[in-house]
């Protein structure tokens, strides 16, 4: 069983920057890839990115890509998720998930599920 709880959530401008964090509570953290996905109002799941259990190789979604950057702290238990150059249309509910097998951008591989952090984006 893996408890995951996500932090870093707010309201941030356009431009602006804001970095996620979410804590696992894995008994052997390293056994599972990690990812971030999103929902929107209209209650689109969207995939943003995966980190592989060791750190070194990373997925990301495509209109994320160049401005996200997710990374991994075994030792801590924690995934992040730096998000720069922030958009209105980033405004979203954001996951923290986990899976036991390969860096998938399809929700239904990932069996560990955060409550989810608000970030908001105003133009």
């Known amino acids: 069983q893996v408890h995951l709880v996500e932090s870093g959530g707010g309201l941030v401008q356009a431009g602006g920057s804001l970095r996620l964090s979410c804590a696992a509570s894995?008994?052997?953290?390293?056994?599972?890839?990690m990812g971030w996905f999103r929902q929107t109002a209209d209650n689109e799941r969207e995939f943003v990115a995966a980190v592989s259990r060791t750190g070194t190789q990373t997925h990301y979604g495509d209109s994320v890509k160049g401005r996200f950057t997710i990374s991994r702290d075994n030792a801590k238990k924690t995934v992040s998720l730096q998000m720069n150059n922030l958009e209105p249309e980033d405004t979203a509910i954001y996951y923290c998930?986990?899976?036991?097998?390969?860096?998938?951008?399809?929700?239904?591989?990932?069996?560990?599920w955060g409550q989810g952090t608000q970030v908001t984006v105003s133009s």
């Open positions: 894995a008994r052997i953290f390293t056994y599972y890839v």
């Open positions: 998930a986990a899976n036991g097998f390969n860096l998938y951008d399809d929700y239904d591989h990932y069996e560990y």
